[in-house]
Every structure is written in structure tokens, then in C-alpha cells.
């Protein structure tokens, strides 16, 4: 697995797309610089509310979700509830999930989208390759925190996309990922360009 990791590592860094981050762990899905465009595309492409997994990665998201106004849910860290964060939780335009930011309530609403984040993808399979992650563990207590399940995508760069990788590396299902670049069907390869 760590040649897997280190090989997306080296895509990202090869594509100008690495972000320092403070004490990484090999299981956190990468970070990558077009990030914040991708999560406007999210926006745009997704109305109502949006349900974004812990992942370092999906923060220019959350981010962005409550700058647009937009109702952002984020699970606690034992994925055992989801909370509606408040914009009055963003300080100096951060927003900081761990713990769960004062003045968050419980969240039991509808929601339009999960987004979640991949170490990498095969616009072919609909399976997201993701090491030691907490996000299929999230997707499996979804019947119990929501009343209907919501559409499952993924935010990732385009040089997280791979191939022939082994089912072994497999984490969790996605419908799409979306990058700064391309909208692509899972499962398909259909790639809309953004």
C-alpha cells in the first residue's frame, strides 16, 4: 500500500498540486492546491444542503459552503452524528471541525450530496481507493443518521485519477468526483469539462 500512496504523492507533486500540511498521516486522503475551485464547482453543480466528510482535503469545502450561505453538515468524529456548523463558527476564514465548533446543533435534516475525498480514482470503477480512511465506516451509518441517504461524490484532483490498481486499495463507493477541471461519471468515464 505505501508504494500505492507514495506513487499518488508523486502525481500530485509532479502536477504542482501539493500542499504542505502539518503532521500528515499516510491515511489522510492528500490535499491538493485546486482545491477551492473544485468546491465551487460542487456548489454549483449541488444545491441544498451538503453533507462533507472530516477529510483535511474537503476543507476549502466546508469552507466555501459556509461563505455561500449554504447549510454545511459534517459528522462528529465518531461518525455517531452529524451537526449543521454555523458561519459564526469560520474565525478569520478558517474553519476549524475538531471539536465540533460552539454553536453547532444536531443535524437530522435532508441532505442533497456527501462529498468525501479518495487517495485516488479510475473513472472506470466506481469504487474511490482509499488507505485506512473513516469514510466507509461514515457511508455505512448513513441509514441510521438520515432519513434518505444522499447522493455520494468525490472531490479530488485530476492527478489522483489512476488505473489498474488492486481491489485491495478499494474504500467506499462514489457516484462522480469532481475536480477543478472535470465533472466524471464513476463507473463510466463520461467527463464533462467544468
Partial sequence: MNK???????????????????????TQYPCFKSAPVAAQHVLSLFGGPILAARDPSLRALREAALMAGRTLVVPD???SALYSIPVTAMVDGVLKIDPIPRGSVLY???LSVLVVGCHAF???????????????????????LTSKPPLV??????????????????????????????????????????
Fill in 153 to 194: 461524490i468525490c472531490m479530488a484532483s485530476d492527478a489522483q485519477q489512476v488505473s489498474g490498481w488492486p481491489t485491495m486499495a478499494e474504500s467506499h463507493q462514489a457516484a462522480a468526483v469532481i475536480t477543478a477541471t472535470r465533472l466524471i461519471v464513476l463507473g463510466t468515464g463520461e467527463t464533462e469539462v467544468l
Fill in 122 to 144: 479510475d473513472p472506470l470503477n466506481t469504487w474511490l481507493y482509499g488507505m485506512g480512511c473513516a469514510t466507509a465506516y461514515l457511508i455505512s451509518e448513513l441509514p441510521e
Fill in 4 to 26: 500505492l500512496l507514495g506513487r499518488i504523492k508523486c502525481q500530485i507533486s509532479d502536477a504542482h498540486e501539493a500542499v504542505w500540511t502539518r503532521h500528515p498521516l499516510l
Fill in 108 to 110: 437530522s435534516g435532508d
Fill in 77 to 79: 468524529s465518531g461518525s
